[in-house]
């Protein structure tokens, strides 16, 4: 197996090792069957219950299982690399759970916090709408003031997890601008339609949500009225950390399948491994892998230590491990050759993954708008590493 370079890590070796060898034993054999039958199993599910994987956004004191923001990236980069679907149920569900926490009134973090850090209940997050995508100010969604409470109409988009999850983070306006609501999914006016289809990440089951006349208490507000960008933007930041990690979990695994098969395949009478142009491809994926995992490793400390630099860290994070993972894999399809573009060998599942990695949580294009932004407003100023 291809050793992991970690950098100076916030697991202890014994728990990433431990996290390993679950995503090893329960996660990666069913990867393909939830890529071929667009769906995961409860087993999985309550396994990751088990192991404390869903509340991990949240420190133990605050009533979660995790240890700090970078342990929850290398949690999110280990079972990347064994299943994206099974990342990106845990990336919406830290949403949720982190906007509740953080925003939720007391009523319904009573009611769901201790179920979602559980994983009893799952969490789902919902901004797209069908002409509502990276810009998401141009939201349609809207509630409606009904006595105390509130009437949500609206029509949500590619909601991952959609078809499973128990409470919606809704983004949607009201009359003193975007807001966000948690709505339980078996309420009278949810509608879920399961999305049959997707390129990649297929088990995660996304839906497209339509909320009609669907009637809201007060308690349901997720902060104030028109607090829905700064919430966004919150929560937007952990959705992308974990897409980062879960990138290079997929860096990650096209490096192992790399160095396995090209340690293993004859050609030209000798092992592809000795082919320059394959030590070149390896080459290339070794390097990104590494540096991928640094700038995440650099984002989950800012994090840890509430640095703001986190969010710009966290968009450079993610917009260079999505591009590297997708390069990366064509590079793995395109070194197992035939055998690549079949199902026998997982790597055209990796690319087709990784293509998601590059449009969900703010795509390509988006980071780099707000990377170069960023970068002019501060003269391109150094950041200091550590
Ligand atoms: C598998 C999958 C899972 C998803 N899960 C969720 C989910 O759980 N919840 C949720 O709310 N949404 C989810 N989405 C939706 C996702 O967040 C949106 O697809 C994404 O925000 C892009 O929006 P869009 O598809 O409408 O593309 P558009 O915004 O229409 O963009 C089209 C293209 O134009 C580019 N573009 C747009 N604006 C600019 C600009 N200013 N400058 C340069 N280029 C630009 C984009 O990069 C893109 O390439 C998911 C999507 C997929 C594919």
């Not at 990138?247 to 990650?252: M, P, W």
Request: proline share 3%; net charge neutral; with cysteine.
């Amino acid at each position: 197996m291809t050793r992991v370079v970690g950098i100076d890590p916030a697991l202890d070796q014994r728990t990433r090792e431990s996290i390993r060898a679950i995503v090893d034993r329960v996660v990666v054999p069913k990867a393909a069957e939830f890529d071929r039958t667009s769906r995961v199993t409860s087993d999985v599910l309550d396994e990751f219950s088990a192991a404390g994987f869903w509340g991990a956004v949240l420190p133990e004191s605050e009533g979660g299982t995790g240890t700090g923001m970078e342990a929850f990236g290398e949690l999110h980069e280990e079972v990347g690399r064994g299943c994206s679907s099974m990342r990106s149920l845990l990336t919406v569900h830290s949403m949720a759970l982190y906007a509740l926490d953080r925003w939720g009134s007391h009523a319904y973090r009573e009611a769901w916090s201790s179920q979602l850090v559980a994983g009893r209940r799952l969490g789902a997050f919902c901004l797209t709408e069908p002409e509502a995508g990276s810009d998401f100010t141009a939201l349609s969604a809207f509630a409606t003031r009904d006595g105390a409470g509130y009437v949500l109409n609206g029509h949500k988009r590619w909601i991952t997890g959609g078809q499973l999850a128990d409470i919606l983070l809704v983004f949607a306006r009201t009359d003193k601008g975007p807001s966000v609501f948690l709505v339980a999914a078996d309420q009278p006016g949810v509608h879920r339609l399961p999305v049959p289809e997707i390129m990649g990440t297929r088990g995660s089951q996304l839906a497209d949500i339509v909320f009609e006349n669907c009637r809201l208490g007060p308690e349901a507000l997720v902060g104030h009225e028109g607090m829905g960008l700064p919430i966004a933007t919150g929560v937007l930041d952990i959705g992308r950390f974990s897409v980062a990690a879960g990138s290079v979990g997929i860096l990650q695994a096209c490096l192992e399948a790399c160095v396995s098969y090209a340690s293993k395949r004859r050609q030209g009478g000798s092992l592809l491994r000795d082919h320059q142009m394959i030590q070149q491809a390896i080459s290339t994926v070794a390097t990104n892998t590494r540096a991928a995992r640094l700038l995440v490793w650099q984002a989950g400390k800012l994090k840890d230590r509430r640095d703001p630099d986190t969010i710009m860290a966290t968009c450079i994070a993610k917009q260079f491990a999505a591009t590297s993972a997708v390069s990366a894999a064509n590079a793995t399809v395109q070194l197992h050759g035939a055998l690549g573009c079949s199902d026998e060998y997982p790597v055209a599942r990796y690319l087709r993954d990784a293509k998601v990695m590059e449009i969900i949580e703010g795509s390509t294009q988006l980071q780099h708008v707000l990377i170069s932004t960023d970068a002019c407003q501060n003269r391109a100023r150094i950041v200091p590493i550590d």
